[in-house]
């Protein structure tokens, strides 16, 4: 199935996948390939619709608690955006040693990984998939990661770059973080996984028997924490990875202009939702490509495709520019409001009001290097479900923008604060 086809860029589609959320479906299923996962991740990331609104979609239909799985993998997204606005750019760099010097790893994805010829059926399918669908189910994800760094000795961040530019679904925290968790550099030892593995999660066309992930988990081990690659054999045929590019399909240069004199909502590509209904009357929706970003992370034709849709569907205006057009162009208008987001804060003009993110939990001040720490502060005290901050906002904001109807949250006790564990952590 094709992207577009599998992801429909509207949000209606999005609100769709919310309301088929099947949360005991997922938790006891969502490490297999062809489990109940939801594939909201896509209209995440691209702000269609944010955790709160996802939780209040599926709490007012089953009963939930904080501790519930479901709830507990949505925290895994809000933890890697925490870990982002804490430590910037540095999450583009290893966050701590991994199990051999940065200087034994690669820094180019070799050819047979990049064309799915490694003769290694669980790695070749999954890019396959990847260019297929711009979707990879997390399990997959986890496997190509360990086994272009553990196994290939290439940089976890090599493969986090090539990885991103092909995702409908490419945040650069949850990405980037998650390929350090593999690698070990975010976590307390590297993610390792052999042919068993993917035998009991994935469907019979990934299994790999016989090839060199068919071994135990001890060799697999020693193999990481040795500096030298295994050999490879790749096979003759594969197949093209797709094009990536920086140019978004449409967007003129910034003009003072259009906007001289005008309120503006700024729309840009993690921005997608419906504009907040608190807006000045008369409040002009400008959708800007930042093209500083762009260019430092191409995207596949796919996902400009997946966003341009959506953004053709707020705003008739499109302007592709810097940083600098953007100020030059805006200076012009009365007031500006965007949405915040790490993406793009850096790039925002000083007289642009940016609006703080809907979270679900609450903020936790100081940075914390574990998943773990990170939940036992972001969930203490909370007695149920709906104490939840980003819910009871939704609560707060009333019908200004609320998706889901939040009186409708099924209240239920919460569990004790001690199982977070994010050994062998999958997500939606």
Avoid at 133 to 150: E, I, K
Avoid at 402 to 414: N, R
Wanted: hydrophobic content about 45%; some cysteine.
């Amino acid at each position: 199935m094709k992207p577009l086809e599998l992801f429909p860029p509207t949000l209606e589609a999005a609100r769709a996948r919310i309301a088929a959320v099947r949360p005991a479906d997922y938790a006891r299923s969502r490490n297999a390939l062809e489990g109940a996962v939801t594939r909201l991740s896509p209209y995440i990331t691209h702000g269609f619709v944010s955790l709160p609104e996802v939780l209040a979609g599926v709490a007012a239909r089953y009963r939930l608690d904080v501790q519930h799985k479901f709830v507990f993998e949505l925290g895994w997204r809000e933890y890697f955006h925490h870990v982002w606005q804490h430590r910037g750019e540095r999450i583009l760099h290893s966050l701590q040693g991994g199990p051999l010097p940065e200087r034994v790893y690669a820094r180019e994805m070799p050819a047979d990984i990049r064309q799915a010829r490694t003769g290694v059926t669980a790695i070749d399918q999954a890019v396959r998939a990847l260019y297929t669908t711009g979707y990879l189910h997390n399990h997959a994800r986890m496997w190509l990661a360990s086994y272009v760094v553990h196994l290939r000795k290439v940089h976890w961040r090599a493969g986090a770059d090539w990885m991103v530019a092909h995702l409908l679904d490419g945040d650069l925290a949850s990405n980037h973080l998650s390929w350090q968790w593999v690698a070990g550099t975010g976590s307390h030892k590297p993610y390792l996984f052999n042919a068993d593995n993917v035998a009991r999660y994935a469907p019979l066309s990934w299994h790999s028997a016989g090839s060199m992930i068919d071994t135990s988990y001890e060799a697999l081990d020693a193999i990481a924490r040795s500096p030298r690659p295994i050999s490879v054999r790749p096979l003759d045929e594969g197949v093209d990875e797709p094009q990536s590019s920086s140019q978004p399909p449409h967007g003129a240069a910034p003009e003072a202009a259009d906007v001289g004199g005008r309120d503006v909502w700024l729309i840009h590509p993690w921005a997608l939702g419906e504009p907040p209904a608190d807006l000045a009357a008369g409040c002009l929706n400008v959708a800007w490509w930042p093209s500083e970003h762009h260019a430092a992370w191409p995207w596949g034709a796919a996902r400009w495709c997946f966003v341009a849709a959506r953004m053709s569907a707020l705003a008739k205006l499109q302007w592709h520019g810097s940083h600098q057009q953007l100020a030059q162009a805006l200076a012009a208008a009365r007031s500006v409001h965007t949405p915040a987001d790490e993406h793009v804060g850096a790039l925002l003009p000083p007289d642009v009001n940016p609006r703080p993110a809907l979270r679900l939990f609450a903020e936790v001040d100081r940075p914390c290097a574990s998943f773990s720490a990170w939940w036992n502060l972001a969930t203490r005290g909370l007695r149920q479900l709906s104490d939840l901050p980003g819910l009871q906002a939704l609560v707060e904001r009333g019908s200004a923008g609320a998706l889901f109807d939040p009186a409708a949250i099924v209240v239920t006790p919460t569990l004790a604060n001690d199982s977070a564990d994010c050994s062998g952590r999958t997500s939606s």
